[in-house]
């Protein structure tokens, strides 16, 4: 089991930067590849970006492409989601999770999850 926990959303003015982080614990931090996810009201659960078990290997959503950045600190157990040039389309919950295989962009392929950060971009 990996127990992932989201911390670091609120509310934020359009054009502004938040930072999320992920902290995991459980199983061997660096045998999973993690992912985070974006679910707005009433829409399916976006993928937003992947990162791999050594940080070397990412991609985005092309929604998010030149804005967010992901990240990841291996001793400290910990993923982090810089998001800059926030936008109101970007309010969501945001969702990290941690899959075995890499580049996944689909939520099936993910075997654990957070509970969810909320965030919020006012115009």
């Known amino acids: 089991q990996v127990q992932l926990v989201e911390s670091g959303g609120g509310l934020v003015q359009a054009g502004g930067s938040l930072r999320l982080s992920c902290a995991a614990s459980?199983?061997?931090?660096?045998?999973?590849?993690f992912g985070w996810f974006r679910q707005a009201p009433g829409k399916e659960r976006e993928f937003v970006t992947t990162i791999s078990r050594s940080g070397g290997i990412t991609s985005y959503g092309d929604s998010v492409k030149g804005r967010f950045t992901v990240s990841r600190d291996n001793a400290k157990n910990t993923v982090f989601l810089q998001m800059n040039s926030l936008k109101p389309e970007d309010t969501a919950v945001y969702y990290c999770?941690?899959?075995?295989?890499?580049?996944?962009?689909?939520?099936?392929?993910?075997?654990?999850w957070g509970q969810g950060t909320q965030v919020t971009v006012s115009s």
């Open positions: 999770a941690a899959a075995i295989l890499p580049r996944r962009t689909r939520p099936e392929d993910y075997a654990y």
């Open positions: 459980g199983r061997t931090f660096t045998n999973y590849n």
